[in-house]
């Protein structure tokens, strides 16, 4: 399968501490994207890496790729109650997306 | 911009009545996707079209579904007959090239 696969599955923490997620995918790829969606809700796009960059940051999103691994992960700093939503990774095939099965964050006040 | 437009936000119908869903993409884009989210399944590709031209559609489950995009702002997603394993929320989502997806807010389907 060419999808992402995200873990944990699930991640419950308290407001203010820091919340990590990690993107495991089989091909190379063009890019890698995450994406979150609150419930009820469509997804939205919050980071892209490319295949030749190893870290990118976004306000309190800092993102990693290591092709290596074939991994990327999602960090998430001083989390905040409103960031509770699944989050997911979206690996570019071509000019195909394809989404693994999301992490599950909750951040509690 | 408006972002992209879904229609309807829910439906609910019987089994084997005719579904269609609706999708108005962002202004310039020229790439164009359907996804169908369920429990189970998570995020399903079910077709894409670049420049309205239908490139992949391996993810269409079988013939019961079909998609449309007459022109560049518009594009249907029709079920017929409907069962209650179609109920699911469907997105459509579009995108300049490989770049970033931008959702709609979905149409969530029940089937009885």
């Known amino acids: 399968s060419q999808q992402g696969e995200e873990d944990p599955q699930a991640l419950s923490i308290q407001e203010g501490e820091n919340a990590t997620m990690n993107c495991s995918y089989k091909t190379s790829i063009n890019n890698l994207q995450w994406y979150r969606q609150n419930s009820g809700r469509g997804l939205v796009h919050l980071i892209l890496i490319r295949s030749n960059e190893r870290e990118k940051h976004s306000g309190r999103l800092r993102v990693t790729l290591d092709t290596s691994k074939k991994s990327s992960s999602l960090l998430i700093t001083a989390s905040r109650a409103a960031d509770t939503a699944s989050y997911f990774c979206a690996i570019l095939y071509g000019q195909n997306f394809v989404f693994g099965p999301g992490t599950r964050l909750s951040v509690l006040p | 911009d408006a972002g992209v437009i879904q229609s309807p936000r829910h439906e609910v119908t019987e089994m084997g009545q005719e579904v269609t869903l609706r999708c108005k993409p962002i202004s310039g884009h020229n790439s164009l996707f359907w996804y169908r989210q369920t429990m189970m399944r998570g995020l399903e590709l079910l077709i894409y079209f670049n420049n309205n031209v239908p490139i992949d559609d391996s993810g269409m489950p079988e013939d019961r579904f079909s998609a449309k995009m007459p022109n560049a702002s518009f594009s249907t997603l029709k079920i017929q007959p409907s069962e209650p394993r179609d109920s699911a929320v469907y997105f459509c989502?579009?995108?300049?090239?490989?770049?970033?997806?931008?959702f709609g807010e979905g149409s969530r389907l029940t089937v009885l």
């Open positions: 989502a579009s995108s300049l090239m490989t770049g970033e997806l931008f």
